[in-house]
């Protein structure tokens, strides 16, 4: 690839945003050019599955990290070393976000509607406290 090239393709990774695949489509690119600038929007090696219709970026796990239909609908998805999502956004601007203890129980879960819940467990994986944004609390510690 010549420098004029990747330098246009690099502007254009810095460029483009939210749906990404109907960004790409307005700078000329070919489905094939896609592969040159996602690994550069998500900073690490990607597959892109589907074409026309609906587009997924997946991550070297197979996890899907965007998807986006031809009606503009787009998911963002990110994982965490285990592979397990942590946030999900989408193009309706709803949003959630999860954390893990060690043994991949949800410690803490939030959404954009406000809502949010806290949990702890014992060494068996057992919840021994729960606690939500609507003021429920369950204490067994």
């Known amino acids: 690839m010549n420098k004029k090239y990747q330098k246009?393709?690099?502007?254009?990774?810095?460029?483009?945003?939210?749906?990404?695949i109907e960004y790409l489509d307005a700078y000329g690119l070919s489905p094939e050019e896609y592969e040159l600038v996602l690994p550069k929007v998500f900073n690490q090696p990607v597959t892109i599955k589907g074409r026309f219709e609906t587009y997924y970026v997946c991550n070297k796990e197979g996890n899907v990290m965007y998807y986006e239909n031809s009606d503009g609908y787009w998911v963002k998805q990110e994982y965490d070393e285990q592979g397990i999502i942590v946030y999900h956004e989408n193009?309706?601007?709803?949003?959630?976000?999860?954390?893990?203890?060690?043994q991949?129980?949800?410690?803490?879960?939030?959404n954009s509607d406000g809502c949010w819940s806290k949990r702890e467990y014992d060494n068996q994986g057992n919840r021994i406290y729960f606690e939500n944004s609507y003021g429920e609390?369950?204490?067994?510690r």
């Open 8 to 20: 246009y393709i690099d502007y254009i990774a810095k460029d483009i945003q939210v749906p990404y």
């Open 104 to 110: 991949g129980n949800i410690t803490y879960k939030e």
């Open 91 to 102: 193009s309706d601007g709803y949003w959630q976000k999860w954390e893990y203890d060690d």
């Open 137 to 140: 609390i369950e204490d067994n």
